[in-house]
Structures are given as C-alpha cells and as structure tokens.
C-alpha cells in the first residue's frame, strides 16, 4: 500500500487562542468541582453516544475528514469487541461546517455522553462552556494553545494533543546533539510564538545553553529579527512561527544564517522547495508532533474511507474515541461524569491508579485487562497519553525531519518530551 504523501501529515492550522476568549470562558463555565477525580454514582442509559465537532472550514477543512474517518474507526472498533455492556456504541451525526458552539448545543441535545473536538483552539472556550455545564466531557484531539491548560471546566476538558509548548525541549534538545553551546530564538508574535519562545529560553537554561537573542517579528517584516539574530552569532537559530514562516527564514538566508544551524517549531514546518533560495535550509531540521501514523493504521482508516488524502490528528482522534470508552468500560456507565471520572485512570495518568500498569495498545487488549479487575495504561495510535491533573498528556511524541538541498523535508528520527507520571 502507499502511504501517505509526508506532506500531508500533520498539517497544523494557527490555533491561536486570545486572552480574552480563554477569561470569557473561565468567567461563565458555571461549573465547580473536579470531574477528572470525584467519585460518581452510575447514571447512564446503557447507550454510549460519542459526539465530534468538526470546526474547519476554508482551506482548513480538510482536516474534518481524517477526524471523522478516525472516530469512524474507532467506534467500528470498539463495537467489534462487543462495544458498551453489549451495545454499539454510537456517533451521532456530525453537523460540520456550523458554529463549534451550535455543534456542541445540537450534540446534547442528541444526548452525547461524550465529545470530541474541535479542531481550532480559539473555539475551544465556546465549545467547553456549552458541554461543561451538560457534565459531557471534551476531548481534543488537535487544541494546542498553551493558554488552555487549567482551564476551568469543572475537569471536563481534555486533549489527546500536546500544548504548543511541550516542544521547546525537543527544539533545544536538537541543537544541543547537533554541538550548540548557544542558540537564537526569532518568534513571530502573538501567543502562539511567545510562549513557545520564552518554554524555549526556559529549557535552554536547564540544558545549559546561552540564550544569544530573542528576537520578535510581524508577519513579514522578519528582517530586523533576523539581522539581530545574525550578528549575535549562535550557534543555532531556532524560528518559531506560522504564516509568517517563509518570509523569516528568506530573511535568516539574507542574514547568513546557513540551513544547518537553523530548527523549526512545528508552525513553521513546510514544504518550501523552490519558495526560497537553492539550498537555503539544506541540513536544517524542524519538528511535527505526534507519531507518523503506521502503515496499519493508515490501511484501516482507507477501509473507512478510500478517499481519504490527509491523515491530520487522525491518531489523536482514534485515541479519544478509544479512551473515552475505556473509561465508560471501567466505570460501568457511559454517563459523561463517569467517563470524565476514568479518563486519567485509563490512560495511566499521574493523578490516576494505574500510572505503572503495562501498557495495552487496542480497546480489546485493555478491556481483556479492565474485565480481569487489573488496571490499565492506554498507549495508542499517538503513542502514550498519561493524562496528567489539568487533561493534558504528560507524555509529547514528536517527529523529527531534516532539509534536503531541495528544501524539502525528509523524516530522519523521533524524540519524546516529557514521560508518564510527570
């Protein structure tokens, strides 16, 4: 079978998330307590309903059919072990294209124990203030602003996705291998190149490396930023941005900063070739979080869906399907306050009992394990999980690709932030 065309894999929309959205939410949730660890009474209806939010639109909107052949998958999955209690589970219909908010008003009317989503973080407080309130959890499998975490949703958000800043570790991590004693921060601005920078200045300290210069830009006025960068002469250069990607790394090109000293965030992944200069990031490398989805995976998710073309948060979404039931098969009850109360447990979290149970990699596996009274550690399709006290994975996989002279990237390895437990 042929895979996936690399270029397709991960494509990683701006998932910026503002200030003022995150208070809005925090300020109206409505909600107190801890879901993720208060004991339950059982009171589901015996049919476990997973909803999805499907929020991308434009050129984005790719990214709705990776997730929904994936949520597919994995309920076609669950229900060939048996499903819930010995009833399919179900997915409701997907209302793609609406509001994220509507979205997840019309899934509890369609009594959702469960939903998955939504796709931009910026619609994330929306979609959390709506569901919090019906005790449904949320798990996403692609919001990545690190402004999400601890956010107030009563302990009914997840993400099945790493924050934007679990990979400052791995971006220092690889120049310290490459030999850098000191390394240049150029970060586009807004929240997303901000936080990723300062995590950056963060672990370059514990790694003991220099900090040469931080240097913000606009959109397409990377100029100065680059300059700044050039003369301050580190031994490596790590850019940190989104759109504004391409303009930057012309400008490190006019500054004489040679591909090699030169590492990309995820935003900035791409496939330049010919958009910038001959052999212009020849040796630079970059990072993708996640796992490349196996050949296997790849194989069942076409069997749902031939004309798939992306894979995009298809691992993150199959694993936030699977987890969620797991956490109804551990409680007994597909009622969403008892998934959100089983979500750590079953995914070996750090505030959950069963952080040292062996890892099962498949719903069959590790229900075979919760029918046997054992606990259970789910790693899946995106490797572990480990949910930690604020629904985020304490455990952040990630794909290394280096340039070729043809300015085209290439995987050339994979590196872990973080570790279960944490």
């Known amino acids: 079978m042929k895979l996936f065309p690399l270029s397709a894999v991960h494509v990683r929309p701006a998932l910026a998330l503002s200030t003022c959205a995150l208070l809005a939410a925090t300020a109206c949730s409505g909600v107190t307590g801890n879901a993720r660890v208060e004991s339950v009474e059982a009171s589901g209806d015996g049919i476990l309903r997973v909803g999805l939010v499907l929020d991308s639109t434009g050129g984005s909107s790719f990214l709705n059919d990776s997730q929904l052949a994936a949520a597919k998958l994995a309920v076609k999955e669950i229900n060939a072990t048996g499903g819930h209690k010995g009833r399919p589970v179900e997915l409701l219909p997907v209302e793609a294209g609406q509001d994220a908010a509507a979205q997840a008003h019309a899934l509890v009317a369609g009594k959702a124990d469960v939903v998955i989503g939504p796709t931009d973080s910026s619609h994330a407080p929306a979609v959390i203030d709506v ?60 929240a997303y190149g901000k936080d990723v920078a300062d995590a950056i200045s963060e672990a370059a300290a514990q790694a003991g490396l220099d900090v040469a210069a931080s240097e913000e830009f606009p959109p397409g006025e990377a100029g100065k930023a680059a300059g700044a960068a050039g003369e301050a002469d580190a031994d490596a250069v790590i850019l940190v941005a989104r759109e504004g990607a391409q303009g930057a790394l012309a400008e490190l090109d006019n500054a004489g900063i040679a591909g090699p000293r030169i590492i990309l965030s995820d935003g900035a992944f791409a496939r330049y070739g010919s958009k910038l200069g001959a052999k212009a990031l020849e040796g630079a490398r970059a990072v993708v979080p996640g796992q490349l989805p196996s050949a296997g995976f790849q ?95 304490t455990t952040a996989n990630f794909s290394v690709f280096t340039y070729g002279a043809d300015n085209l990237p290439a995987p050339s390895g994979s590196e872990t932030a973080g570790r279960p437990g944490n």
Do not use: H, M, W
């Open 299 to 393: 194989e069942r998710l076409l069997a749902v869906d031939g004309q798939l073309k992306d894979v995009s948060f298809a691992a993150e979404t199959y694993d936030a399907v699977t987890l969620a039931a797991l956490a109804a098969a551990r409680a007994q009850d597909d009622a969403g306050r008892s998934i959100a109360a089983n979500l750590l447990s079953v995914s070996g979290g750090s505030a959950g009992r069963s952080a040292e149970a062996p890892a099962c990699s498949t719903y069959k596996d590790c229900v075979t394990g919760l029918a046997t009274g054992a606990e259970i550690n789910y790693d899946g399709e995106s490797g572990p999980v480990a949910f930690d006290a604020n629904g985020d994975i």
């Open 131 to 190: 569901l919090s309130r019906a005790r449904t959890p949320l798990i996403s499998p692609a919001n990545t602003a690190a402004g999400l975490t601890g956010t107030d949703s009563g302990g009914y958000y997840f993400r099945t996705a790493a924050a934007d800043v679990a990979q400052a570790p791995v971006l220092v991590k690889l120049a310290k291998n490459a030999g850098a004693a000191s390394v240049s921060v150029v970060y586009q601005e807004g």
